[in-house]
């Protein structure tokens, strides 16, 4: 018999040309990673955006003004992409539930259905009050000043991305705003009391996550990962914790994610994340059970269950962050657009579709191109997780974003997701270090110094560097669009 004849030999060969376009993948996937080739695309993106305007403007009074906003709002939205969609998809990579690629697929696909169905088409163009619309009522003024807001705040965040640090594209757009506000109308003009809020939310927003992401720990470890019938109580427990995510994010989405299909109040959107949640725990529990069959009673085991629950939470955050934070890249855009047509300036206005086209492409294409170095930071470089751990993260961030919607705080989505990995790091450290000492005071031998370093589980330097970037967000954009207000107002 000869080899082609031999159905086995046929059957390597086309394994190996598998193997061969698999290899091909990754290494165009690669080379597309490698920062000169990732910019260039970037770049022809923001070239494309711009004559796309050209091309709806036509002969307009006015048309390059709004293709130059066209390019910086292309360009804002490729930094969001870069920097702020790693907090949903992070916990998810480092937890090792899903690969590099398939977070990328995933969120790319959820942030832009989330940024075309249900984002909000009309948009605060004043940042939710922080500048008197009156302040800056001349539509040269306003223009110049929107303009230098979008500016700002992407070089910010692709400065932010550069070194490492997720931060917040609502405080980075907010302090742009503050700081053309400033030089346009004097100090006067700023809410000093709504920015006061915004401040204060620095520490509230990561304290609240971290303490709801370390609180859903803690239950998890003494429920489910530290009784001696792990199996039993996963059945038990398991399918009501997914039903909490599902209502929770049922609830988040009817708030936040659908508002531009839905007018729906706090307490309708509770009541249907509650029915949800419950129908979602009596669907989950015999899937649990089927699951669980033949798993051994070990904590390895409890992993397996929580895989799916945390891939869907992911892909929920990122149609909501897709649905939200699509405004942070369009809406400057938007108001410039608005003004140069009307020659009038809004506290709101809508967005065109072309404009939202822009922003839910451009957070994806920053996403692909450089999105992979924050997700690495935040799921696996601040602390070890793994898919309870994850699960834990991602849950604090919808549940701890209703709340602070309830008592009306305005606090910062990144900040939550960063502030749960923080906290379940920090929870871990605690939960080690009273197993040590109980373990010590049974053997009767104290805690050396040394020991207690080794027991170190969230990295000092990251909490210093992120803490840092949270805090110097808002001044540094207001800094950077002041001078830019400055020089665009004067030369123009």
């Known amino acids: 018999m000869t080899d082609e004849a031999d159905p086995r030999v046929n059957q390597w060969k086309t394994l190996d040309k598998d193997l061969a376009r698999f290899s091909q993948l990754e290494a165009a996937t690669a080379a597309i990673g490698k920062p000169v080739v990732a910019t260039g695309i970037a770049f022809v993106f923001v070239v494309l955006c711009a004559l796309f305007a050209f091309v709806l403007m036509g002969n307009q009074s006015g048309t390059l003004i709004i293709v130059a906003a066209a390019a910086f709002g292309a360009y804002m939205a490729l930094n969001i992409g870069a920097n702020d969609v790693a907090n949903n998809m992070g916990p998810a990579v480092g937890a090792k539930v899903l690969t590099m690629g398939g977070a990328l697929v995933i969120a790319v696909v959820f942030e832009t259905l989330g940024a075309l169905i249900a984002g909000g088409d009309v948009v605060s163009t004043i940042s939710g009050g ?23 705040s992407a070089l910010w965040l692709n400065l932010a991305t550069w070194m490492g640090a997720p931060v917040s594209t609502t405080h980075s757009i907010v302090g742009g705003v503050m700081g053309a506000g400033i030089m346009a109308a004097g100090f006067g003009a700023v809410d000093w009391a709504k920015m006061s809020q915004i401040a204060a939310s620095w520490v509230i927003s990561p304290v609240m996550g971290g303490v709801v992401a370390a609180l859903f720990l803690a239950f998890i470890k003494a429920r489910i990962n530290d009784v001696p019938d792990k199996i039993g109580a996963a059945r038990r427990w398991v399918p009501a914790l997914i039903g909490i995510m599902a209502g929770t994010f049922a ?43 033949g798993l051994e009673n070990r904590k390895k085991s409890l992993k397996k269950l929580f895989a799916v629950p945390l891939i869907m939470s992911a892909a929920l955050l990122s149609f909501a962050h897709g649905a939200n934070d699509v405004a942070n890249a369009v809406g400057p855009l938007a108001a410039i657009v608005h003004a140069v047509q009307d020659q009038g300036t809004a506290a709101k206005v ?26 690495r930071m935040v799921g696996q470089e601040i602390t070890k997780l793994n898919p309870l751990r994850a699960y834990c993260v991602a849950l604090s961030a919808a549940i701890t974003v209703i709340f602070a919607s309830w008592l009306g705080l305005p606090v910062s989505s990144t900040h939550i997701a960063v502030g749960g990995v923080f906290g379940v790091g920090f929870y871990r450290e605690w939960h080690a270090e009273r197993r040590a000492r109980a373990l010590n005071l049974q053997k009767g031998t104290p805690i050396l110094p040394d020991e207690r370093r080794r027991r170190k589980l969230v990295r000092r330097a990251h909490v210093l560097s992120i803490g840092a970037a949270w805090v110097v967000t808002v001044p540094m954009t207001a800094a950077l669009s002041a001078v830019l207000f400055l020089v665009m107002n004067t030369v123009f």
Request: charged share 10%; glycine share 8%.
């Open 130 to 152: 922080i500048v008197a619309p009156d302040a800056v009522a001349d539509p040269d003024t306003f223009i110049w000043a929107m303009m230098s807001a979008l500016i700002a």
């Open 251 to 293: 609830t988040y989405l009817a708030l936040k994610g659908l508002k531009r299909l839905f007018d729906i109040s706090l307490g309708n959107a509770a009541l249907i994340g509650l029915v949800i949640g419950v129908l979602v725990t009596l669907v989950m529990r015999p899937i649990i059970i089927r699951q669980s069959e």
């Open 350 to 375: 809508s967005i065109p579709l072309w404009v939202m086209t822009i922003g839910a492409f451009g957070i994806s294409f920053g996403l692909l191109l450089f999105g992979p170095k924050l997700i």
